[in-house]
């Protein structure tokens, strides 16, 4: 069960980055932008302003606020972040990939809008991720805003998640072993995960070894992320979840849950919890907010 406390931050945190999301797809340009078409920022509006947990964000302000790092440069990092997340949501659910018509409840991008307008609003999303960073409104130094770039970088893409999509998709016809599933779901959910508790780190200016220690922790809650998901995915219904479920078990893809069973997974996901909170122990109380997210990430109905 999560705490009222958890619940009550995490939602307090999903508000800032709405606002802060929402200031960063308004109507009017930046400097250099020649316009903003209006159907375009409307499909990546609906494809980000849609009530999502904010969970990757939560965990970048979260992480950040561990090593005393800026509140302003975590809410920015973070809605970038966020931004990379929905980026992949909406090409998730192209016909071309996972073909899904529902998303957080409402209809997906390309069914409001249509293909091509989903295909740009995702290739926006990811590029504006970059520009947010970067920006000279993000209040932190270079050097830092670079270490940010190459690490979002190396999440996001052909070593990361899209790289995992791409494993994921040949999943479908290759069946891949236990080592290779592990490692697909490590690219394809967990490297932003990773990066999200790894950013407060980079953010704050901590030490190697600190540094080091969040990835791991990092790495943790993507494991148990993407088992919550594959149970969910077996256990769960469409209404509770605000997308589509069953799929998994209906293509035969495998996942460490058809491998092993739901009694397996869910003492791993107790293990995986344990083994996180052991990791940040010895930050003691300013840790609470990030182990309270691993056993959120866990438990987590939808
Ligand atoms: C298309 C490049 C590309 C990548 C897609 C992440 C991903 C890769 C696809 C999503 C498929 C999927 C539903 C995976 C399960 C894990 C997941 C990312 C769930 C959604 O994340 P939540 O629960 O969602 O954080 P909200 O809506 O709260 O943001």
């Known amino acids: 069960m999560q705490t009222l406390s958890f619940d009550h931050r995490l939602k307090e945190a999903a508000a800032k980055i709405e606002a802060t999301l929402t200031r960063l797809l308004a109507d009017a340009c930046l400097a250099d932008e020649v316009a903003r078409p209006a159907t375009l920022l409307e499909a990546m509006r609906h494809g980000v302003l849609n009530g999502g947990k904010r969970l990757r964000p939560f965990l ?18 973070g809605a970038a972040l966020e931004c990379i997340h929905c980026y992949s949501l909406v090409h998730d659910d192209l016909p071309a990939m996972d073909d899904d018509d529902l998303r957080r409840g409402q209809p997906t991008v390309h069914v409001a809008f249509d293909e091509a307008t989903a295909i740009l609003a995702g290739d926006s999303l990811l590029t504006y991720a970059f520009d947010i960073v970067s920006a000279p409104e993000t209040d932190l130094a270079a050097d830092r805003k670079v270490e940010l770039l190459l690490a ?16 994921d998709l040949a999943a479908e016809k290759t069946a891949p072993d236990e080592q290779g599933i592990i490692t697909l779901q490590a690219m394809k959910t967990g490297a932003l995960i990773r990066f999200a508790c790894e950013a407060g780190a ?49 293509r035969g893809k495998g996942t460490l849950v058809a491998l092993h069973g739901q009694a397996w997974a869910e003492a791993k996901l107790g293990d995986l919890v344990k083994d996180a909170a052991t990791l940040l122990a010895p930050f003691g109380e300013k840790a609470t907010g990030l182990i309270e997210a691993a056993r959120f990430v866990a438990n987590r109905r939808n």
Do not use: P
Request: net charge negative.
């Open 202 to 250: 980079i953010i704050a200016g901590a030490n190697t070894d600190d540094r080091l220690l969040l990835r791991r922790f990092g790495e943790k809650i993507g494991l148990a992320f993407q088992l919550a998901d594959d149970l969910l995915d077996l256990t769960s219904d469409a209404a509770a979840m605000g997308k589509a479920t069953g799929k998994d078990a209906a």
């Open 152 to 167: 979002l970088s190396r999440a996001a893409g052909m070593g990361g998640m899209a790289g995992g999509q791409a494993l």
């Open 60 to 77: 970048v302000m979260e992480s950040t606020a561990l090593f005393g790092g800026g509140v302003q440069a975590a809410l920015r990092v």
